[in-house]
């Protein structure tokens, strides 16, 4: 038992050692090379809500500015060709499914956003860590969507 408490410690001494090798290894590469390594200062609140900007902030906007540029599009032209209520989600034709889907996307975008930047942006205590919100920020969206539309579908076949 105590030979494998030295075996530990002495493992840790040696990644110690080697960490702190490769770290002067690096300084002196710096040095001669003529150029400094920057260390790590502190990162401001904006910094870090704007490094959320590109992996969720950016799909969220397409998909809220695409579901604005279809809403104005009819399909009512194409309600012929669907008429069975079970393929309609019990919508009374295609144009109304399609408006509720497309006003069921545009306030789940709302939500996203309202999530990561109201929710946990604003809070000092979850600013420092908004980045490991992202993921959940896109399932949440999804989420809201899929029960805003699974409840509209039940309340279809239930019944007025």
Known sequence: MKD???????????????EK???TQKKEASKAAGTKIAAP???????LVTSTFQPYLYPLLAVFFL??????YSVASFNDLLTDKYLLFGFE?????????VDNVIGSCVWGFTYLYVRRGMNPEFRKKIT???????????ATFATN????VVMNFLGK
């Open 132 to 142: 490991s919100f992202v993921q959940d920020g896109f399932y949440g969206a999804l």
């Open 41 to 47: 200062g502190p990162v401001s609140d904006w910094d």
């Open 67 to 72: 579901a604005i540029a279809l809403r104005p």
């Open 21 to 23: 090798k490769t770290e």
């Open 4 to 18: 494998g408490e030295a075996t530990q410690t002495q493992t840790k001494a040696n990644t110690t050692t080697t």
């Open 93 to 101: 034709n295609l144009e109304k499914l399609r408006k509720h889907v």
């Open 149 to 152: 539309f699974l409840k509209t």
